[in-house]
Each structure stands twice: as structure tokens, then as C-alpha cells.
């Protein structure tokens, strides 16, 4: 199993920066990909970023080009770099694990983007 602990949330005015980071702990070398959701109220969870054991990326086109998702391997620790954010942005981001094929997720912090 996996615990997730998700830190760097916060307000923001627009155009702004945060960094989110995810601590991992547990059987983590068996996490075949980890990164990050957000849900915005009255919204489905949706994918953000992702990166995979072999270190590839992925990105939701909402944050292409303002968005980098890096790993740390030996701290055990993703991070989530987000740049010139929007009002959109707004929502509690949670950061997840896929480990044998389950999700793991930890419990969200909140990102608040003011206009």
C-alpha cells in the first residue's frame, strides 16, 4: 500500500505561481505512475499531470505550457509547478498513485486562484 501527503496549496492572485509537492510512503517502489487530480466544485475529478515509472509525462491540455510535473525518486516526493494560473484553476487538488493497478489518493489541498 501507499500513503499520500499532498503540502503547497494556497491563494493566488492570477498569473501567479504555487508549487504543490506529494510525499510518498509505504511500498512505493512498486507505484507504476504518480501525479495529480483536481476537482472544482460542482465538477468531476479530472487528470492534470502525470508521470510514469519510466518518465514519461502527461498533461490535460488546460495546462500545457503552465504546468511541470517532476519527480524525485529518492525523496519519494512528486511536485507540481504551476505557473500563470487563472480563476479556473481554482480546486482541491489531490494527488494519486497507481499501485498493482489501484489508485491511491491523498486528501487534497486546496488551490485558490483570485481574478
Known amino acids: 500500500q501507499v500513503q499520500l501527503v499532498e503540502s503547497g496549496g494556497g491563494l493566488v492572485q492570477a498569473g501567479g505561481s504555487l508549487r504543490l509537492s506529494c510525499a510518498a510512503s509505504g511500498s512505493t517502489s512498486s507505484i507504476s505512475a504518480i501525479g495529480w487530480f483536481r476537482q472544482a466544485p460542482g465538477k468531476q475529478r479530472e487528470l492534470v499531470a502525470v508521470?510514469?515509472?519510466?518518465?514519461?509525462?502527461s498533461y490535460a491540455d488546460s495546462v500545457k505550457g503552465r504546468f511541470t510535473i517532476s519527480g524525485d525518486n529518492a525523496k519519494n516526493t512528486v511536485s507540481l509547478q504551476m505557473g500563470t494560473l487563472k480563476p479556473e484553476d481554482t480546486a482541491v487538488y489531490y494527488c494519486y498513485a497507481n499501485w498493482a493497478s489501484l489508485n491511491y489518493w491523498g486528501r487534497g489541498t486546496q488551490v485558490t486562484v483570485s481574478s
Open positions: 508521470i510514469r515509472r519510466s518518465g514519461t509525462t
